[in-house]
């Protein structure tokens, strides 16, 4: 089993980070196109703009776990559980480096 460190955790949540700006930055261009002026395409824009936004909502919880990590990594406190205060198990986050919660912590949130 290979560990995420924070030196190699660091690069690739900063890539992560500059991705899901990037999504959201299409996204809110995508919301900000205008609507079509006949009422039926008007209809299928606007139940397409509820997506976006779900989807623009879930980006930015996205962008806040990532810059949450981030900070976690420069206070020295990345890998350590913030709930329970042990160690994330490195395969956690070798597949989610942003968690905050060790395994444990995270199935009570359920």
């Given at each position: 089993m290979t560990s995420l460190s924070p030196d190699t955790a660091k690069p690739?949540?900063?890539?992560q980070l500059?991705?899901?700006e990037a999504r959201k930055a299409h996204i809110a261009r995508d919301l900000a196109e205008p609507l079509n002026a006949d009422s039926s395409e008007q209809a299928v824009?606007?139940?397409?703009?509820e997506?976006?936004?779900a989807q623009a909502l879930l980006v930015?919880?996205?962008?806040?776990?990532?810059k949450r990590a981030l900070?976690?990594?420069d206070e020295g406190e990345y890998?350590?559980?913030v709930r329970c205060g042990g160690d994330i198990n490195p395969a956690?986050?070798?597949?989610?480096?942003e968690a905050a919660l060790c395994i444990a912590c995270a199935s009570k949130e359920g």
């Open positions: 690739r949540l900063e890539t500059a991705e899901l824009e606007m139940e397409d703009d997506s976006l936004e930015t919880r996205e962008i806040t776990s990532v900070a976690r990594i890998g350590i559980c956690r986050l070798d597949a989610r480096p």
